[in-house]
């Protein structure tokens, strides 16, 4: 049993619809005729409409006639004022249509995996953004695995469109860009009064020594003084030391999430960077974390000589944290030259905001100290 050739090009109903049709073209009728008789007054080399030249097409050795096949069986072509063919003049030239395709077979298909749709489409928006997190798990896969065993389901196909959109969003956004700030803070937020023993006033900052929960978790101590206004990259530099008679560095681990007051309340929060300090000097460690409006940056000592030590006389000293965001990578983005290339942009310079520094007790109750 052979198959149809028109098959081809339909779903199987509507395939079975065409062939059960019924009839012959007329004798002696031919293709040619039939587009002589009803496309060329309005589709020859002269007239063109919708730029589309039927006799060149007719010409050519293999061209393809799948649009021509489309207009003829949804009915689009002829246009309604003008004469139809016969379901019998169409059927003839849907099959010969059909026929010229030859017997190529579909060939496979796969999808992509969600760690290659969103580096795929970075790299096509000149972004930088990690939003696997919002796919649904790529269960019994890999990372990168986009065989056919990946199933394409309805929350999956949501999730693509979704990530698609904020990354766009992330590129371009509607309402512009974000003015740059400024944030100066030396000050921690409260934390439950079990863990407030292991940091302290030192200094000009904070000295910290390494906290981890009852429930085997780290504690992390939260910055006052800045809460990201608007989603986007940031700049984090602490200026910070290593405080203690040892030669091992301690580690400065850098966090972001919502702020929790106790460990019986936690909250999710991701490691943005690792710092190493062995020096006692201060010096200036340069991080970025990308931080939405709800989030938080926070911090942690780890070191084997302070570990749980109270009002503690090593660790890490920080004096303080100086924040500049939402961070471009240049101005105009590298999103536009990426994907706007050589089109000509006019850019108003990009506003940035001089956030006060972070203000002491003093300042705060409206004192001052002048030195003359």
């Not at 589309?52 to 050519?60: K, M, Q, S, T, V």
């Not at 931080?291 to 000589?305: G, I, Q």
């Not at 990426?338 to 108003?348: H, K, M, N, Q, T």
């Amino acid at each position: 049993m052979t198959r149809d050739p028109l098959t081809r090009f339909l779903p199987v109903w509507l395939s079975i619809a065409i062939v059960s049709d019924g009839g012959a073209a007329a004798p002696g009728d031919t293709p040619h005729r039939f587009f002589e008789r009803y496309c060329l007054d309005c589709h020859d080399e002269d007239s063109k409409k919708g730029a589309f030249d039927l006799e060149a097409w007719l010409a050519g050795d293999g061209a393809n006639g799948t649009l021509i096949f489309e207009n003829l069986i949804t009915a689009k072509m002829p246009p309604t004022d003008e004469p139809h063919p016969s379901p019998e003049e169409r059927r003839m030239v849907l099959g010969w249509l059909a026929g010229r395709e030859g017997t190529g077979t579909a060939g496979s298909y796969r999808r992509l995996s969600r760690h290659e749709f969103v580096r795929s489409v970075n790299d096509l928006l000149g972004t930088d953004l990690d939003l696997t997190h919002r796919f649904p798990d790529d269960r019994g896969t890999n990372d990168f695995d986009s065989s056919l065993r990946i199933q394409l389901g309805q929350e999956m196909l949501a999730s693509y469109f979704a990530v698609a959109d904020e990354l766009l969003e992330h590129a371009f956004p509607v309402d512009g860009f974000p003015a740059e700030g400024n944030w100066v803070t030396s000050k921690i937020k409260d934390s439950h009064e079990t863990y407030r023993i292991y940091h302290r006033p030192f200094l000009e900052g904070t000295l910290f020594s390494w906290t981890r929960a009852n429930n085997g978790n780290s504690y992390s101590f939260f910055f006052d003084g800045f809460e990201p206004p608007a989603e986007g990259r940031y700049e984090l530099t602490f200026e910070a030391a290593k405080i203690g008679d040892f030669e091992e560095d301690v580690t400065l681990q850098v966090h972001a999430g919502k702020y929790y007051f106790a460990d019986d309340r936690p909250q999710p929060q991701r490691l943005v960077d690792v710092v190493s300090l062995g020096s006692q000097d201060p010096g200036s460690h340069t991080v970025q974390a990308f931080l939405r409006p709800d989030e938080n940056v926070s911090v942690h000592c780890y070191s084997p000589h302070n570990f749980r030590t109270e009002n503690p006389q090593t660790g890490i000293y920080i004096k303080q944290l100086h924040v500049r965001g939402p961070i471009l990578d240049g101005w105009p983005p590298g999103s536009f030259a990426r994907v706007f290339g050589d089109l000509p942009l006019e850019a108003s310079p990009r506003p940035s905001i001089d956030r006060p520094a972070f203000q002491s007790n003093l300042h705060k109750v409206g004192g001052s100290v002048t030195v003359s």
